[in-house]
């Protein structure tokens, strides 16, 4: 049986709120009304893409580097930690181009946005072809073959006022339009019509990601972005070799667990405080690089992990008979993201001083909060995981709360993630601290 892999990621979900609805008096032009089903730019997603190979690589190495500053706040959480820094750039892309003066400003520095919005959207728009690539002939966990999908979807209010540039922006450049609903008459109606979205492209993994009161009569617009992947292991681990061993935790103590073992030819690498070996999906195009830190060196390879330093370790990879043991797990992750995209910069935007008028001409939404949770599941038959991002906007005046081969065995914790190789993109990052946990 071919080991397989199955991600699934539903983010962002940005609920944006105001004290009032549109004065359809006060609106300029350039702003027109949601009403209908749905309210579609005229303009295309744009497939004919002219994005130089400096914008593609100032996008990938800005998402790099948000994905490890992430991490760097991240970890501090107690246990295991999973996410997706890719699909978490993107959404926040979207809200991002909506931003105007230093909210824009900030939030740019915070994520990474190297390049100006006339050139960030159209990279997004590259990465997102390029993605949509992989995996042609090559083999998913069931008989449907490999799937790298992105999906987004833009839910707004009812008769209220959205800039018609912001729209062209989102469906040029992210193929999304928006689905109107009545967030002011019917809030968990329009709750549960999100929610079954997002269950739907989740294939249940995540259920209820707005939970009870997280949509009130003050919303005016939910952003949703989703990834799915199924794609099977290049190499495969076969269930009779796997059995019960131990697993090190950080505090001395043990857990016994069962533990998947392969000897295959692999790329590798090793460092002073590490081992390194990428496992690569079918296709070869995408891989999971697992980061073993050297026994008693968890903490200090951890609080050094940068972008640059992963970089460097990709680059190192060699190809290298690797006799591999590594635990099966299954977990999931919970936190908010507030404080850490805070502290990483963009406050501001968590405040009423906040400069979304991009979004509505109006300068009075801000985050009130982003919650974040993801599933991941690894065992002999393949991998299922599952992250949801929601990042709820409030208006200025806040309302309700919401060889011989090199032996690899992987029995302490590690850090892992899972990249697009031509690019470089790292699609999810996470680390097993207890894998029984």
Excluded at 44 to 62: A, F, N, P
Excluded at 69 to 77: A, E, F, I, N, P
Excluded at 210 to 218: E, K, N, Q, S
Excluded at 281 to 298: C, T, W
């Amino acid at each position: 049986m071919k080991k397989a892999f199955l991600v699934l990621v539903i983010t962002i979900l940005v609920v944006l709120s105001t004290c009032k609805p549109a004065n359809v008096s006060e609106v300029s032009d350039a702003v027109v009304l949601a009403s209908g089903a749905t309210l579609q730019s005229e303009k295309m997603r744009i497939v004919e893409l002219e994005v130089s190979e400096s914008d593609q690589t100032d996008l990938t190495d800005g998402n790099g580097a948000f994905a490890f500053d992430l991490y760097q706040k991240l970890k501090t959480s107690e246990g295991n930690l999973f996410y997706s820094p890719y699909s978490i750039s993107a959404a926040l892309a979207m809200t991002y181009a909506g931003a105007s003066s230093t909210t824009a400003a900030l939030m740019a520095t915070a994520l990474h946005f190297n390049l100006s919005q006339e050139k960030l959207h159209p990279a997004f728009n590259w990465l997102d072809s390029e993605l949509a690539k992989r995996g042609e002939g090559a083999e998913g966990k069931d008989d449907e073959g490999f799937r790298l999908n992105v999906v987004n979807a833009i839910w707004g209010q009812k008769g209220y006022g959205f800039k018609v540039a912001f729209l062209d922006t989102l469906a040029e450049n992210y193929g999304a339009g928006l689905r109107i609903l009545d967030f002011i008459s019917e809030p968990d109606k329009s709750r549960v019509t999100i929610n079954d979205w997002v269950n739907e492209q989740t294939e249940k993994r995540i259920q209820n990601l707005i939970a009870p009161g997280g949509i009130t009569p003050l919303t005016r617009l939910v952003l949703t972005n989703a990834i799915y992947f199924n794609a099977a292991w290049e190499n495969q681990f076969y269930e009779e070799a796997t059995e019960n061993l131990s697993f090190y935790l950080l505090d001395g103590g043990s857990v016994t667990v069962p533990m998947m073992k392969q000897t295959e030819s692999l790329r590798y690498a090793k460092g002073d405080n590490y081992q390194a070996v990428e496992l690569p999906y079918d296709g070869g195009e995408l891989s999971m690089v697992i980061l073993l830190p050297a026994e008693g060196k968890f903490t200090e390879f951890e609080n050094s992990l940068d972008y640059r330093q992963a970089d460097r370790i990709f680059s190192s990879l060699k190809g290298k008979r690797v006799k591999l043991t590594m635990p099966k797990f299954e977990f999931e992750s919970d936190f908010s993201l507030k404080q850490a995209l805070s502290a990483l910069g963009m406050a501001e935007a968590f405040s009423g001083g906040a400069d979304f008028s991009g979004i509505t001409g109006n300068s009075d939404l801000f985050i009130g909060d982003v919650v974040h949770k993801a599933f991941v599941s690894v065992d002999e038959n393949g991998t299922e995981a599952a992250a949801a991002t929601a990042v709820i906007m409030l208006g200025s005046a806040p309302g309700p709360k919401p060889e011989e081969p090199v032996t690899v065995t992987i029995d302490r914790p590690y850090i892992f993630l899972i990249r697009d190789i031509e690019t470089g993109a790292i699609l999810f990052i996470g680390r097993i601290l207890n894998p029984e946990a």
